[in-house]
């Protein structure tokens, strides 16, 4: 069958690279597009051709004239839970673009919105789909470095305003800036928002979907802003303690050239350790028999397993279970961790893990 796909809402530019995900598969179709905002939508229409009728500034006349079988939502990540309440009685499955939520509780209603529909939600996290980092959690299934005792994650570009879809690099204005949802405190801006929820979610899959105990955080506001522009995230877990560092202002963008620190994962276990780092090709594993270390090479990923799109669509061809960090359970876990960083930074003291 034709994999009838609409995006919906396009507060985030991540939209255009789902798009492109879709216009690039073989079995799926983009039926329609829908913001608020006609302008928003102007460049994706352009891109992938689309016609006045697939067009649309209501939700509801897209949902009801395109009927899709499955939607992507794009909405700040204050919005999440509306989002996916306004589209759940149309009875449609839901890839949401990360973050999974601004809140646990808000998270919690979008699992609801969905269970009460009867269709899966899934949560896309674009780092779980580098091949490194893939490669890094088969390491780990395998046992090469024994049990995850510590998980390191550094990561962020140079802002999210300073490029587009496709990555396309552009310099921000400052009316762009001020006039955008990443920048307002009220919209869940701010980079621990924007980024911890990877770290987070990833690093619960890396740990095998353990939770921390307790989780301290700190933040850095720049005099002008309401959000911050970097965060450090400590968990402890009873195994040992796990950092999650995020930054908006990186020296340079990790796709076009690292910036130092790497953005991506260092992982300590009890037999070895790993680092898989953003964009790279391999991953390398340390151990006792090789303490000079050795690479394991991350192949390019393969459908029906290299997008987010495709696995979706591949689950729901197969009513396979979702699984890893776009499943509601271990992206539920990493919310957990944001929220609890959020309030330990605006409180500037350690809380258990929120539930």
Known sequence: M???????????????????????????????????????????????????????????????????????????????????EKVAPYGVPVLMEKPFAATVAEADRMIAAMEAAGKPLAINWPLRWFPAHVKAYEAIQEGRIGEVLEVHFYDGNRGPLWHGADKIEKEPTAAEKDASWFYKKAEGGGSLLDYLGYGATLGTWYHGGKKPLEVTAAWNQPEGLEVDEHSITIARYDVGLSKFETRWGTFTDPWTHQPQPKCGFVIRGTEGTLSSFDYATFVRVQTAEHPEGFDLEAPALQAPFANPVQYFLHCLETEAPLEGPLSVEIARIGQQIVDTAYRSAEEKRTLPLID
């Open 2 to 84: 034709a994999w009838k796909v609409a995006g919906i809402n396009f507060d985030h530019f991540h939209m255009g690279d789902l798009l492109r995900m879709v216009a690039d598969h073989p079995d799926a179709e983009i039926v329609g597009i829908s913001d608020e905002q006609p302008e928003r939508m102007a460049e994706a229409a352009k891109k992938f051709e689309l016609g006045g009728e697939q067009v649309f500034t209501d939700y509801r006349e897209c949902l009801e004239t395109a009927k899709p079988d499955l939607v992507i939502l794009c909405p700040a990540a204050a919005r999440h839970a509306e989002w996916t």
